[in-house]
Structure formats: C-alpha cells, structure tokens
C-alpha cells in the first residue's frame, strides 16, 4: 500500500529525523482525546500506520510475556493484541524493560523487536507473518542492562541491532521471510542507540549505524560499507541527518558530510552535549536537550549557540517536532509544548499526564501519541 505523509513508522518518525512530514501541524492547544490501557512495561515509543497506532508491551514476574497492541486512531478501540512468550534473556536494569525497542514497519507489515532478541513480523491485522528467536541463533548476544535499538526497515531490508559485549552484530533481514541477507560484526560494546537514515546525492539508502567507536554507513541491501566515521560516538542519545548532513552526537555534536568512501567534518561543538535524548534539527537550527534539562539551540551553520531555556526534567525520551513547535515528555509525565522561534524561545503549554513517562511521543494527523507503563495517550 502507498504510505501517506501522516505516517509515524519507526523511532523518531520520518527517516529517523523526529520531525512530521504532516502538512496538519498539532492544536495550538492540546487535549486528551483518549487514553488505552496497558498491560505492562514499555519504554518502546508508539508508531502509526494509516488509521493504526501500534505498541509494545512487556508483562509478567520476569518480562517473559511479550504483546503487541494495535489502536484505532480515531477513538483508541483495541483492534487486536497478540501475546508472545520469550525465548532470549528477559534481565534488564530496572528502569528499562523487555519493551524496550520500538517497533518499525513498511506500510504492509509490522516488526516487533524486544530486548530478549525476539523479534515478529504481523501484517496491519494481526496475522503473524514469520518470527525469529534471535537468541538461538546468537546464543551470546546479550546485554545484563536490556537493549533498546530500534530496527528500521529500508526498501525491503529489516535492520536489526543486537549490539553487546559479547557476541555483538547487525543483521540485515527479508521483509518477506525474516531471512537473513546479510550479517556484520559490531563493536563489542553495549550499545543503545538507533539507526539513522542518510542518502547518496544519487539518492541511494544508506543506514547509519552508531557505537561507541564511530559510525558506519552501510548498503542496507547489502551491508556493505559505504564510509565509516571511526571517531568515537554516543552509545545512548542517537544522531540525526538533515539533507546532505549527518549531526553526529560524538564529541558533542561534529557535522558530518559523508561521501563514498570518506567522510569530512564541517564542524564540531564539544559543548553541545545530548544527554539521553537524541537531537533535532529543525529549519536552520540543531535543539539539544542536556543532562541538566536543559535546551540548546545553535546553528547549523557551524554550531553557534543561540539560546538556552530550562525545562522541566529529567528527561529520557526525545523531543520531536510539528508544525513548528517542540513537543516532549519528562520523566514525571509532564508534557511540553515549546515555540523554538520565540526570541529567548518559551514553553506555550503544559499537560500533567500523571504517569512516569521514559519515552518518544509518535507525530501523525495533527495528533500527538505518548505512552508510559500503564496508558497511551492521544492528544489532538
């Protein structure tokens, strides 16, 4: 089926950038439209497809229950949940969870990635497409604290992390079969951040993948190398590309030009610092959220800094955009509404969702969708 502009398909929305593709921007001022129970934990943000809003779930003594949800938009009424057992390893710290990646699809298909190293293909309706256990077949790749990256899914290739200590790798998969096409070792390393989207001047897909020695784009077709940035990166808050430009979160923030086979820095702020959440890049500016709760607007240009607003944190999720305004959620559940083009910038509106809230609200159809343990939230 052809995919619609209001779309959410993976982490951080369009091509992993945090920012709606939607020409319907949000409310200036925002309500609860329906609130869904849950039925366990889930730090995995939501996605939406069309008339669909999907989430994971994670649920039982140790975690080892496993569901995926679908929503209907328009008045969150359950149209099917599916329960799964784990087969891989349910330990996680006790902030994360099993639910921890967010699922991605393909406007066909729905893939379910968790922590255990389970991961499931559904079609929009349910019907199981295939599984794999990741775990027998890398019976080693495991984290003591939970993994949380986020597959994506590129022109008929899932890319799936497992990123570890031990037996660490990337997998690229067959939408269609959950096959193998190709697998790479990883730095052997806990790792938990995401893949992100850049393109060729030709406009070939390639997918970044970040650790802690740099950053690799590979041929998601192939999981070829197309160039490699070996300069140390984040292992938690995950980079962003905008046109041409990858924002890489090493060293503070460094602006990458990635071309075949090399890469040149543009420029490099030590002190544009992300702390958990991932940065944004909207119109000409970079906004980045720091361990203090802090948001930093600086140019792209060459990484000037322009202004400074405290927020009320602490934050894990990741702001995202629409419309022109910043939207995210602390820790406490409070949501923030923030005009980024104000002089010293402002938060216009604030909503107390009254749940612990760890996670990256989905942009679709002019609404906003957040989710803690217990609900998932509508505002519109």
């Known amino acids: 089926m052809p995919l619609v502009h209001a779309d959410w398909l993976q982490f951080r929305g369009p091509n992993a950038t945090a920012v709606s593709t939607d020409a319907k921007a949000p409310a200036a001022e925002l309500k609860i439209a329906w609130t869904a129970d849950l039925p366990g934990r889930g730090l ?98 495991s984290n003591s604290l939970g993994m949380s990256q986020s597959p994506v899914v590129v022109e008929g290739t899932l890319v799936v992390q497992s990123e570890n200590d031990s037996e660490s790798f990337v997998a690229g998969l067959d939408v269609k079969t959950g096959r193998n096409k190709w697998k790479l070792e990883r730095p052997k390393a806990a790792n938990w951040t995401s893949a992100t989207l850049w393109k060729t001047q030709e406009g070939a897909p390639v997918v970044a993948l970040q650790s802690s020695k740099g950053i690799l784009g590979v041929d998601p077709g192939t999981g070829k190398t197309v160039w490699d940035y070996a300069d140390g990166a984040s292992t938690i808050p995950s980079s962003v590309v905008t046109g041409q430009t990858l924002y890489a979160v090493s060293h503070g923030i460094t602006a990458l030009s990635p071309e075949k086979g090399s890469v040149t820095q543009l420029w490099r702020n030590e002190k544009l610092n992300p702390g958990t959440a991932s940065p944004l ?99 519109h």
């Open 44 to 141: 995995s943000a939501p996605i939406v497809v069309r008339d669909r809003v999907f989430v994971t779930c994670s649920s039982g003594p140790a975690q080892e229950t496993l569901h995926v949800f679908c929503f209907d938009v328009k008045d969150g009424t359950k149209r099917w949940e599916r329960v799964m057992r784990a087969t891989g390893r349910t330990m996680t710290h006790t902030k994360t969870c099993v639910a921890a990646n967010t699922p991605c699809s393909d406007g066909d298909r729905v893939f379910a990635l968790f922590s255990s190293n389970d991961l499931f293909a559904f079609d929009l309706d349910g019907n199981l497409l295939w599984l794999r256990g990741l775990t027998f077949d890398y019976a080693n790749a």
């Open 281 to 379: 890049v909207l119109g000409g500016h970079i906004y980045v959220v720091n361990n203090a709760g802090v948001l930093v607007k600086a140019s792209l240009k060459g990484g000037d800094e322009l202004w400074k607003l405290r927020l009320k944190g602490p934050f894990s999720g990741s702001p995202v955009s629409a419309g022109g305004k910043l939207y995210i959620v602390n820790e406490r559940g409070m949501f923030q509404t923030i005009n980024p083009e104000a002089p010293e910038s402002e938060v216009t509106q604030q909503i107390e969702l009254k749940e612990t809230v760890l996670t990256t609200p989905a942009v679709s159809d002019g609404a906003i969708y957040v989710r803690s343990d217990a609900k998932l939230w509508k505002l």
